[in-house]
């Protein structure tokens, strides 16, 4: 897995032999991709120099073809990001993991 996060440097998560990787947007090019061979990607909806749509687009610019996955916090309509992300990139599968709304689920 590769964590896609604001700044620059790649480093394992979790300490060595870790299968995830971190790496800074402003870094993410062709080497590092074929180099980790992800089968997912994961990023936040939004970061320090990027958003989403940014990695999805560089993605896809880098011949990535696998899964995208995005974390947010709450959204009024998460469905919606998901949809236009997906849209803009039909070569990537987008999937978007969403904080629960304030007061789901409470009486």
């Not at 995208?68 to 999937?95: S, W």
């Amino acid at each position: 897995m590769l964590l896609i996060t604001g700044g620059t440097g790649t480093r394992p998560v979790g300490g060595p032999g870790s299968p995830a990787t971190r790496c800074g947007f402003e870094v993410l090019d062709s080497e590092i991709l074929r180099k980790m061979s992800p089968r997912i990607v994961l990023s936040a909806l939004s970061g320090p120099g990027f958003d989403a749509l940014e990695v999805a687009w560089r993605l896809v610019e880098l011949g990535y073809r696998g899964s995208y996955r995005i974390i947010a916090d709450a959204l009024p309509h998460p469905a919606m990001v998901r949809d236009e992300i997906a849209a803009a990139v039909p070569e990537l599968e987008v999937r978007l993991s969403c904080a629960p709304q304030p007061g789901a689920g409470s009486i």
